[in-house]
């Protein structure tokens, strides 16, 4: 892993900050976080102000909880996709069924508790659509919608082929044994044609919120043939 990108683990979220001219943030965890997330920018010696940029990957409780508290850390913008914003500023939760045996057995257990997560509410800066460059952050690459686990659902695709996918890939365990699509989706239809478009544009790595970073190798690759 380059120092260009940082990964910030707020408990099950891994979240990232990407260096540019300026820092974004990939995401910004469960809620009752932002105190962790302040220590991790000192111990890395982060002014949080150089933060200009959240990046939502899309509007599920264990990424959009801390939001509040790292905006109003760092000042920074939040950009969430037009479809999941109700999420960030009603703090509405719309969850994802499970599309996998395990996934339904976890919705199941999950189900149970999230309904009493609070999650704080915040304003959507930007509104996403289709794609957004970010080389106004001195960035180069751009925020892409790739629906599916949600209907929200973006990744951030730099030009060097690195894609911060949110939950259009997992690679942790209980979740999965092995990296690869998502254990819960809106449209896993979606999900699919999504990676395909990733793939065609040069995705490489993958940056999953839940679990470490790995290649597209064998794990995705497949996708790409699918349906030429
Ligand atoms: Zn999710
Ligand atoms: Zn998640």
Not at 2 to 26: A, E, F, Q, W
Not at 183 to 201: C, G, H, P, T
Request: glycine share 12%; hydrophobic share 40%.
């Amino acid at each position: 892993m380059n120092n260009r990108i940082i990964p910030i683990v707020l408990r099950i979220t891994r979240c990232y900050l990407i260096r540019g001219d300026n820092l974004i943030l990939i995401d910004g965890g469960m809620p009752n976080k932002g105190d962790v997330f302040r220590k991790a920018l000192s111990k890395l010696s982060i002014d949080p102000r150089e933060i200009k940029l959240i990046v939502i990957t899309h509007g599920h409780w264990d990424h959009i909880g801390s939001v509040r508290d790292i905006r109003e850390l760092t000042g920074a913008r939040t950009a969430i996709h037009e479809l999941d914003r109700g999420c960030l500023e009603k703090g509405k939760e719309r969850r994802a069924p499970g599309v996998t045996r395990c996934g339904r057995f976890m919705t199941g257990m999950i189900g149970s508790f999230s309904g009493r997560i609070r999650i704080p509410i915040t304003d959507a800066d930007i509104t996403l659509g289709d794609e957004f460059q970010l080389a106004q952050f001195g960035i180069d690459g751009s925020i892409i919608h790739t629906p599916g686990h949600t209907l929200g659902s973006v990744s951030v695709l730099l030009e060097t082929g690195e894609a911060f996918v949110g939950d259009l890939a997992m690679n942790m365990f209980p979740l999965t044994v092995r990296p690869g699509l998502p254990i819960f989706a809106e449209d896993l239809q979606k999900v699919k044609e999504s990676w395909k478009m990733l793939l065609n544009r040069g995705a490489k790595t993958v940056y999953p919120a839940h679990g470490k970073p790995f290649g597209v190798g064998r794990h995705l690759r497949h996708l790409q043939k699918k349906g030429g």
